[in-house]
């Protein structure tokens, strides 16, 4: 995990931060609800989910096709 990443979420105001061992991710949240998380994927590849509006991640998707794909979790469209 990049500690410059680490150390942005957790200046956001009123956010707090946890590790969730049985994800192996780091967590951060506002109120008690998370906006992002850093771990990693089936393949051991590092992430960064990022929660945002539905049609604000699928604006960013189709600009960048090749590097970000919707967070299973974090998407609200279902």
């Known amino acids: 995990m990049e500690k410059w990443l680490d150390e942005y979420l957790k200046q956001k105001p009123f956010t707090t931060a946890d590790y969730q061992p049985e994800w ?5 949240l506002i109120n008690g609800k ?3 998380m850093i771990g990693g ?3 051991g590849t590092e992430i960064l ?20 794909v ?9």
């Open 24 to 28: 192996q991710a780091h967590r951060y």
């Open 34 to 36: 998370m906006f992002a």
């Open 41 to 43: 994927d089936k393949e």
């Open 49 to 68: 989910t990022v929660k945002l509006k539905p049609e604000n991640g699928e604006m960013l998707r189709e600009e960048f096709k090749d590097s970000i």
């Open 70 to 78: 919707p967070g299973y979790y974090m998407n609200k469209i279902n």
